[in-house]
């Protein structure tokens, strides 16, 4: 599960899997061995009819058959596919989609969009010939993966003469990225020592004011370095909303928003041509951003989210963030994130079914309270948690609570929640009641999901268990849900489930889960001023 990569020749790359599939490349190699060879390395792809289709073109244009060649022919294979998709979208509506939630058409574009970009990046990281920058094209391609998934959740339940069609398309055209994110190679973990709490300096291209903002603490800061938002109308905007709008797109430079205190009552969208925005409130007690959008009133649980992130480069600090839908209003979400490199610390995420979607990319929480009842950490992020306060809430009668549903849909995804350093905890209402009212730690939401825990404390409110199913035997040996040296009431093993996707971790199982291997946080989490625990 590493995700760090060592300054090995990008040759090696290839070298290995070219020995691997044992690929001739003579000139003199028959037209009918090519195609041959073709169909032998396609059979270890998810999709093997869609990688032949992809590479036989390559004999045709005298493409040298070798993994990289494979792998870009298959990418752009992705990229013709996902160009035709464009134009199905752009004419989902006038009846041709009939949405039985709002927003379904919206996601899907706009998780589309993010896609295509996703594609074009990972293209260009392999081009780089630095092997250091597969980790990127690795998690570019994870999250496509999973924003196909969000998109056929929602036509699932849309109806209309276009769905068939959009479906299909929407389904050949990822068999093109299953197969390319499976060409590409799994690295092994560096060689690991003991966790290092890292709050370092700034790289040089953030700017002193935006360095001197971030690192200060109850200060004041200065009107003139930031856009400030009050909801009294004392600030340069009276809704976050407004100011996400003034900000520039597609900066470089962190944009520094201050929340002064108050409550915010919106939906707040931080679309993915907004990069680099900063959050900066005055306190998770005195700073709300609230909303009420919920599955049952409508929405698409995507687009329920009262902050929905998916600008790169976000970053919150000192803000409570909330849906006050209830819990009869089933999946409503708080907080959702579907951006790279994203970082909250010091906030408090508020919710009941599905509080936190952390959809995809690669992102990290340090010192947050998160709460909520069944379901409450979910997605196909690879995301870690240090520092926090997890706490299950009650839940309405006849429910259990659940901490984490991951989402991982493949063997060759990048993604998981990781739980490190954290409490796992229970409201006073819930630890009451918790002889009558069931807690685990996860179940899988799909065959791959993962999940792990690891150095915190467990309360004894949580099912000696630990995990439960999700439907049937779903996922029970493909899944990879791990504990390592936790403590507290809860953290014996003795009573665990016992599927064979379980696991009581080594050292060398759970390093793989930490900052620095799993979402790459030496890379970027410098940049942010927030502390983090690079290792075990």
């Given amino acids: 599960m590493a995700s760090s ?16 599939f044992a690929l001739n490349t003579t000139s003199t190699t028959s037209l009918n061995s090519n195609f041959s060879s073709i169909r032998k390395f396609c059979q270890t792809t998810p999709y093997p009819d869609a990688c032949f289709d992809s590479l036989k073109l390559s004999i045709s244009i005298n493409i040298s058959p070798n993994i990289l060649n494979y792998l870009l022919q298959t990418l ?15 004419n989902g509506g006038s009846g041709n989609i ?61 109806s209309g003469p276009l769905k068939p069609i959009l479906v299909k398309s929407l389904i050949n ?23 290092n709490r890292r709050l370092l300096g700034f790289p040089s291209w953030l700017s002193r004011k935006a360095c001197r903002i971030l690192q200060s603490t109850d200060d004041e800061y200065d009107p003139s370095e930031v856009l400030t938002v009050a909801a009294d109308g004392t600030g340069n905007f009276s809704t976050i909303t407004d100011a996400i709008n003034f900000a520039p797109n597609n900066s470089n430079d962190r944009i520094m928003i201050y929340v002064r205190e108050g409550i915010y009552e919106e939906n707040v969208e931080i679309p993915s041509y907004k990069t680099n925005i900063v959050l900066l409130g005055d306190g998770s007690d005195v700073t709300f951003i609230t909303g009420n959008r919920s599955v049952v009133d409508g929405w698409t649980t995507f687009r329920s989210a009262t902050v929905a992130v998916s600008g790169e480069g976000f970053l919150a600090r000192d803000i409570t963030i909330e ?26 995420i508020n919710g009941y079914q599905d509080t936190l979607y952390a959809h995809s990319f690669r992102q990290f929480y340090r ?14 992020a690879a995301v870690v948690f240090q520092a926090c306060n997890i706490i299950s809430r009650m839940p309405m009668r006849g429910q259990f609570t659940v901490i984490t549903a991951q989402s991982r849909d493949s063997p060759d995804e990048y993604t998981g929640i990781s739980i490190q350093n954290c409490s796992i905890l229970a409201t006073d209402e819930l630890y009451d009641n918790s002889r009558s009212v069931k807690s685990y730690l996860g179940r899988p939401w799909r065959l791959y999901s993962t999940a792990v825990f690891l150095e915190s404390y467990i309360d004894d409110f949580i099912d000696p268990t630990g995990w439960t199913k999700w439907s049937g035997d779903q996922g029970l040996d493909t899944l990879y849900y791990g504990e390592y ?32 291997e799993f979402i790459t946080g030496g890379a970027w989490l410098d940049s942010t001023s927030f502390p983090y625990d690079d290792g075990i």
Avoid at 173 to 195: A, E, Q, R
Avoid at 331 to 345: G, I, K, M
């Fill in 76 to 90: 752009q294979s992705a990229l013709s596919e996902a160009g035709k998709l464009t134009n199905l979208f752009n």
């Fill in 173 to 195: 055209t990822y068999k093109h990225v299953s197969n390319s994110l499976s060409m590409l190679p799994k690295s092994g973990p560096n060689k690991k020592g003991h966790s």
């Fill in 367 to 380: 010192e947050c309270d998160i709460s909520g009842t069944v379901d409450y950490i979910f997605g196909n």
């Fill in 485 to 516: 040296n936790n403590y507290g009431p809860r953290s014996g093993t003795d009573h665990r489930v016992t599927w064979p996707g379980y696991h009581v971790m080594d050292y060398d199982e759970a390093y793989n889960f930490t900052v620095s």
């Fill in 98 to 158: 009939v949405e039985k939630q709002r927003g379904i058409m919206q996601d899907c574009k706009d998780l589309h969009q993010i896609t295509l970009s996703s594609l074009k990046k990972s293209v260009s990281r392999i081009l780089a010939a630095d092997s250091r920058k597969l980790a990127d094209a690795r998690t570019y391609l994870s999250a496509a993966l999973t924003n196909k998934n969000t998109c056929l959740e929602g036509l699932d339940s849309a």
């Fill in 5 to 20: 990569f060592s300054k090995l020749p990008f040759l090696l790359f290839t070298i290995f899997f070219s020995s691997t």
């Fill in 323 to 348: 849906n006050r839908a209830g819990p009869e209003k089933r999946q409503a979400v708080a907080l959702r994130v579907n951006a790279d490199f994203a970082a909250l610390y010091r906030c408090t």
